[in-house]
């Protein structure tokens, strides 16, 4: 198999930033993808439907000439987040969720809550409206040890949500354990994950390759071996419950290669090829399609894109950076070669 065509596809999880950071890495999205869930931990975060107005408008400002890219744009869950207010976001027609930010788990989650207990009116109001919630799954308590920290997040938190919402939708985001990805196989139609590149492709050697790698440092962090294959089995089952979202995280260079460094892996500059390479290596290249561009719109019930995008087989170099804003970003395998790339470009 040389080439691979597939239905123009989406990224159901992608962080773009704001300014110059965004406008240096908005086109290597916009050539791969019609349509991405841009996450909304700025800071300060994109907390109201007036503030998700304005960064889409800055975002389409910064577009490449003649792009069709679409922003779909999400909001980052506080405890001032009213019932009324995601009832305005939905009838925007350009918010898609409210993103869950465990107070302290991740890049930019200061402002997230500390429990569900004091938003339930709100995400009570979500159920009814079918506004999807968006879930970085992982407790924070520091007793936890950090690679038990999704899964924990499963039990303390999942699990009751859905037992008191039963109906809200839910996307369990950047899954990284077997514990998750079963936990999505058996819940619901109404829940559905993302599963990035770098989940399916590393596991948590790639942390100590040779060295410390601060460049294969995210959250949740990347796990042992065995939950990788759970990730690809799950993705090679051809389950409608799991869809493409990269993750796509960019840091400039200093933050990440510093004493205490990032979370978050830039993955947008070769995020199809990627996950073909992941697709071809679990045997089910045919399952990529409907994991890239079916899955995602129907859970979010948005019309699946047309037209079509083809990777081809094609060594490449990576480069080693790309310039980001007036610093640079290191891509995931940098300076190494990739087997696939986007034709056309
Ligand atoms: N994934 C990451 O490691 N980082 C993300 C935040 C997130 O998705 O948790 C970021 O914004 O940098
Ligand atoms: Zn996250
Ligand atoms: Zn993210």
């Known amino acids: 198999m040389n080439s691979l065509t597939i239905t123009r596809p989406d990224d159901w999880h992608l962080h773009l930033r704001d300014g110059a950071l965004m406008a240096s890495v908005l086109p290597h999205t916009a050539r791969e993808f019609a349509r991405a869930i841009v996450m909304p931990n700025l800071k300060p975060p994109v907390t ?114 859905l037992q008191r919402l039963p109906t809200l939708k839910v996307v369990f985001e950047h899954i990284t354990t077997r514990q998750a990805a079963q936990f999505v196989l058996e819940a619901g139609d109404n829940v559905g994950a993302t599963v990035t590149p770098q989940h399916l492709l590393m596991n948590r050697n790639a942390l100590f390759q040779g060295g410390i790698r601060p460049h294969h440092y995210c959250l949740p962090v990347l796990k042992r071996e065995e939950h990788r294959r759970a990730l690809m089995t799950a993705v090679a089952s051809g389950s409608r419950k799991f869809f493409l979202g990269t993750d796509s995280a960019p840091h400039a260079q200093h933050t990440k290669e510093t004493a205490c460094g990032c979370a978050g892996i830039y993955s947008a500059h070769a995020a199809l090829a990627f996950y073909a390479e992941a697709f071809e290596a679990a045997g089910a290249p045919d399952k990529l399609e409907a994991f890239a561009s079916f899955n995602g719109p129907d859970f979010y019930g948005l019309p699946r894109n047309t037209g079509t995008v083809t990777l081809v087989r094609e060594s490449w170099a990576v480069p080693t950076s790309y310039p980001f804003g007036e610093h640079d970003v290191v891509p995931l395998r940098a300076g190494e070669s990739l087997s696939w790339r986007l034709a056309g470009q």
């Open 48 to 161: 109201t439907v007036a503030l998700a107005a304005e960064y889409r408008q800055r975002i389409l400002t910064a577009l490449p000439e003649g792009s069709d890219f679409q922003p779909l744009m999400t909001l980052y869950l506080t405890s001032g987040l009213t019932p009324d207010e995601v009832v305005r976001a939905r009838d925007s027609g350009f918010v898609q969720g409210v993103k869950l930010y465990p107070a302290g788990a991740t890049t930019n989650s200061e402002a997230g809550v500390a429990g569900l207990d004091g938003v339930m009116p709100t995400l009570e109001r979500m159920a009814e409206i079918g506004l999807p919630f968006l879930v970085h799954g992982e407790v924070t308590d520091p007793a936890v040890d950090v690679f038990d920290r999704e899964a924990a997040f499963i039990e303390c938190v999942m699990v009751p949500l």
